[in-house]
């Protein structure tokens, strides 16, 4: 008979033991906590060169699989801990420090795979739900305003400037994928409600290598609130000056294998008016309603299935009136449609290896109808449709604990079809791309890429790009990035033809300016010719070469010092301005080619966290930006230009002043304070941006004579916070307290009061 020797068995139960211990690097759940002992849910481990793992909502980690090197414990507004195995095994619990600064986020939109701030060798900055919900923006354009380096433009609508670049090169994402309906070039940030962002990663500096060529100065990527296995329900409101609404409410529905999240937005506002003497507003009434839904879930153990849709509907009327013997006035109706859907698949067959297969589909249109008041009849009638589809699968590989490979290819298809347009333009398009992201040392990472374009309008094209960080220490890191861009005009830049009834704009493709100015010159709706159309010409594609570099400084627990300077040099750029400036006090805009272009400056951020209440930072941002063509004509003496007394000179280097719309300095300073009697939040913040040229007042083409400057302004910001016991959540606050008014930003209106409330209702259903 078979008899059990209970030695052995307790000698084979200790063997088992030690083989678990080595191949488990801890015996259980592991608690991430903060100093006064709570659960940080939002907390992540990385084990060695592995993708990051999520605790759970009570802070807990199940025990991790032992992979060569360390363990590393990070979480937002939190110091970065690092624990060897052994360690890892023998502790109860892992205490995180709170800390000052930003590195320690997750980001994607640099590499398009996780990877923390601090190690990635490129400028990247983003933006928690806390940095948001301290600008008491509704709007994205209002949260990005207050960003070191940014500008909010009013070219049309409310664009982006980024390294002295327009919005034309900046990518915009929305959880990754990109977002279609630019207005000439142009993305309205307007577009996007605040209220479904969870976080925002600003990428500076050229990104074509992974990209494609809207991404030669950076990329905005937006991230989504995410999904969750906790039902809840969130409805909010939000009022501002100006008659402007904002109820919305956010729907969580989830279990442990399937979550939604359902969001609802909507927003009004009465507009406003900067030219009180003329018929119409400066910005017309208008309504928008944003409905997202976010699904998210295995299918098993190693497929997960995400799916995105988001509708965007907005309406506006208003009125103006022509100039001339007999002025008449103009009713203007527009409409902006956006919709997207966007599933994604994801198979991790082992560890070491993830395929990613996405789909993007979205379509846009707007309408403008605008007609005589008198009888209905029309005046001008506007209507364009774009329709964009991509394909892509994302391949990575963690060849081993520094080495990781990213190969994507996709394939593309664009079309347009649009008032006086000829017939309907399509793009067809397929690339590929590859990534290496190596760790040599642990003091150095690299970052390698390489994109081929196969497009049918501009042809093949290669952008490489290569970035390097190295860790003198633990408190100085030097980062380093050069990149390469090619970009050729697109059907809106030659042939678009559009107005915008909302705020008033009109634009127009070089190859229609000449005629869409005459039109309204003969329509009394022009107050003043800015740059003769008839001298635009043709455009032709362009070419840049960048370079990015800087340091990241952390001398202690409450400094953080970042620095980034950066070139960008761009042959034939495709500038966009204004060439008439319309009765209304609104603008006609344009393309043109600059020959020989660079931008150039630094870029510098500071922040001290003073005592655990009170935290201060300053940004600075210099930009130098010059057409090379201008100066060399300068400096053969065949530039003249006309004074005031009507006198004909010699213009000189001294008198350039650059590229239009491009501010030579601008910064913020920023405090943040806890006031613990009341429990409330104070954000004071000091935004300001100096002079910048807003027009050619004397007609030969380039900035040289100080009436041709819009003067600099500062923009005060108050934002109180409290979050009530229950989970209320109230907001008071001001921008631009001073009421600076700013004419040659018509989307500046003075000063804005707001107030606003969000109420959480969670654990709704029991699970």
Avoid: C
């Avoid at 664009?414 to 003091?443: I, S």
Wanted: glycine share 8%; no cysteine.
């Amino acid at each position: 008979m078979f008899r059990i020797n209970p030695n052995k068995i307790k000698l084979l139960l200790f063997l088992l033991s030690l083989f678990v211990g080595y191949a488990w690097a801890g015996d259980g759940a592991k608690k991430i906590l903060d100093p006064q002992g709570n659960p940080i849910p939002h907390a992540l481990v990385k084990v060695s060169g592995s993708a990051p793992i999520s605790v759970n909502e009570s802070g807990e980690i199940d025990a991790l699989p032992v992979i060569e090197g360390e363990i590393v414990v990070f979480a937002l507004g939190f110091e970065t801990k690092k624990l060897s195995t052994e360690e890892w095994r023998q502790a109860d619990a892992v205490v995180l420090k709170e800390k000052t600064g930003s590195l320690q986020e997750v980001v994607v939109a640099a590499t398009r795979t996780d990877r923390t701030v601090e190690d990635l060798p490129m400028p990247v900055t983003v933006l928690n739900s806390e940095k948001i919900q301290q600008t008491g923006g509704l709007r994205l354009s209002e949260v990005l305003r207050e960003q070191t380096g940014l500008q909010i433009t009013s070219d049309h609508g409310a664009g982006l400037q980024m390294q002295g670049l327009d919005s034309d090169y900046i990518l915009i994402l929305l959880d990754g994928e990109p977002l279609i309906g630019r207005t000439a070039g142009t993305f309205d940030l307007d577009r996007i409600s605040v209220s479904s962002i969870e976080r925002i990663e600003i990428l500076r500096g050229p990104s074509s290598a992974i990209y494609g060529s809207e991404a030669m100065a950076g990329v905005i990527n937006i991230i989504t609130k995410p999904v969750d296995e906790q039902t809840q329900l969130d409805l909010g409101l939000r009022f501002r000056s100006f008659n402007t609404w904002n109820p919305y409410a956010e729907v969580g529905i989830g279990n442990e294998k399937w979550s939604a999240k359902i969001l609802y937005d909507y927003f009004s506002t009465d507009g406003f008016d900067l030219t009180p003497e003329t018929v119409g507003q400066t910005q017309n009434p208008y309504q928008a309603q944003t409905a997202q839904v976010k699904l998210g879930g295995k299918i098993s153990e190693k497929f997960d299935l995400n799916l995105f849709l988001r509708g965007y509907s907005e309406s506006s009327s208003g009125e103006m009136q022509t100039s001339g013997p007999t002025p008449e006035l103009l009713e203007m109706d527009n409409s902006r449609k956006d919709f997207n859907f966007n599933p994604t698949f994801r198979y991790r067959p082992n560890e070491n290896l993830l395929f990613t297969l996405r789909g993007m589909t979205s379509w846009f249109s707007t309408l403008s109808d605008t007609r005589f008041q008198r009888d209905g009849s029309a005046f001008d009638f506007q209507e364009f449709n774009q329709f964009y589809h991509r394909t892509e699968l994302q391949t990575d590989w963690q060849a081993n604990s520094r080495n990781l490979f990213t190969l994507g290819m996709g394939h593309l298809v664009e079309t347009v079809e649009a008032t006086r347009y000829d017939g309907l333009n399509r793009f067809d398009a397929g690339y590929f791309f590859l990534q290496h992201q190596w760790d040599p040392h642990v003091k150095v990472n690299l970052v390698t890429g390489l994109r081929a374009d196969f497009h049918s309008q501009y042809g093949n094209r290669l952008s490489p790009k290569i970035s390097g960080q190295y860790k003198f220490s633990e408190k100085f890191s030097w980062q380093a990035s050069f990149g390469a861009g090619f970009k050729a005009p697109d059907f809106r830049q030659l042939l678009l033809n559009f107005n915008n009834a909302a705020s008033g704009y009109y634009v127009f493709g070089a190859l229609l300016a000449e005629e869409g100015i005459q039109r309204l010159q003969d329509q009394g709706l022009v107050a003043r010719v800015l740059i003769q159309p008839e001298t635009l010409g043709n455009l032709t594609a362009e070419t840049s070469l960048a370079l990015n570099t800087g340091f990241r400084l952390k001398p202690d627990a409450k400094w953080l010092i970042q620095v980034n300077a950066y070139r960008n040099a761009i042959d034939n750029l495709i500038e966009t301005a204004p060439i008439a400036q319309l009765v209304s006090g609104q603008n006609a805009f344009s393309y043109f080619n600059i020959r020989q272009v660079v931008t150039q400056g630094v870029e510098t951020d500071i922040s001290y966290q003073v005592s655990p209440h009170l935290s201060l930072s300053l940004g600075y941002a210099f930009l130098d930006s010059y057409d090379k063509d201008a100066l060399d004509r300068i400096d053969a003496g065949e530039v003249f230009k006309r004074d005031s007394q009507n006198r004909t000179t010699r213009v000189e280097r001294a008198d350039y002043g650059g590229l239009f719309n491009r501010s030579r300095h601008s910064g913020n300073f920023k405090i943040n304070y806890r006031e613990n009697w009341t429990g409330t939040d104070w954000a004071l913040r000091a935004i300001y941006r100096g002079r910048f040229g807003f027009a050619d007042l004397n007609g030969n083409l380039i900035l040289d004579d100080d009436r041709e400057y819009a003067d600099g302004w500062v923009s005060l910001n108050l934002t109180v916070t409290k979050t009530l016991s229950s989970g209320i959540f109230l907001e008071v606050g001001a921008t631009n307290i001073l009421g600076t008014l700013t004419p040659q930003q018509p989307n500046n209106p003075g000063r804005v009061l707001f107030a606003g409330l969000r109420i959480p209702f969670a654990n709704l259903i029991q699970k």
